[in-house]
Nanobody
Framework: VQLVESGGGLVQAGGSLRLSCAAS????????IAWFRQAPGKEREEVSC????????RYADSVKGRFTVSSDNARSTVYLQMNSLKPEDTAVYYC????????????WGQGTQVTVSS
């Protein structure tokens, strides 16, 4: 199983970024896929989760209305569109699978840095 993130970078507050997570090594519809983030000195938090098999999603309260998760099943890729970015969104963003409220994900990507300047 491999999860590879891309799309991070430096953006000004109020700007947008789109992260991608390319998945391989498993049936894309078998696992719901999550986006997590971890800022320096803070605990890792789940940002969003999508189930590619039915399109269902969930979001952390801190990003609702600003972030949108989607999947391209033909490309086995999950996206995180981040709008109205704030400095507090600065973190390393990881995709992980499966996302399940009962246990931590088994598989993780290497992460991509998102930095939002004020």
């Amino acid at each position: 199983v491999q999860l590879v993130e891309s799309g991070g970078g430096l953006v000004q507050a109020g700007g947008s970024l789109r992260l991608s997570c390319a998945a391989s090594g498993f049936n894309f519809n078998d696992y719901a896929i999550a986006w997590f983030r971890q800022a320096p000195g803070k605990e890792r938090e789940e940002v969003s989760c999508i189930n590619p098999s039915d399109g269902s999603t969930r979001y952390a309260d801190s990003v609702k209305g600003r972030f949108t998760v989607s999947s391209d099943n033909a490309r086995s890729t999950v996206y995180l569109q981040m709008n109205s970015l704030k400095p507090e969104d600065t973190a390393v963003y990881y995709c992980a699978a499966p996302c399940d409220t009962r246990w931590p994900p088994w598989y993780w990507g290497q992460g991509t840095q998102v930095t939002v300047s004020s």
